[in-house]
């Protein structure tokens, strides 16, 4: 279920930073487009070597940006924020 789909009158941009994720990381991002009508879901890349970032494209409106080179996760958060268009 795609809740922006539904209704897109509150509609938000997801910011999520990401190194790994768990077994429970798909169950969360269906999870979120369930509950909240997301227009974009941006992905702070930090390195994953799991299969956190394929599962993420599998979803719509999705952006993966490569931070891999951020020493911080307050960098990572920053430049995350930055490229929201909302």
Known sequence: MDRYLID????VTVIIPV???NE?????????????PVKELL????GCIDDSIL???EFPRVQILDQTSFKTLGYSIKNLIQA???
Do not use: K, M, P
């Open 8 to 11: 897109d009158n509150f509609s």
């Open 19 to 21: 190194i790994h994720t």
């Open 24 to 36: 429970l990381w798909r169950a969360n991002l269906l999870s979120i487009y369930r509950e909240i």
């Open 43 to 46: 992905i702070g890349d930090g």
């Open 55 to 57: 599962i993420a494209q």
């Open 84 to 86: 929201v268009n909302t």
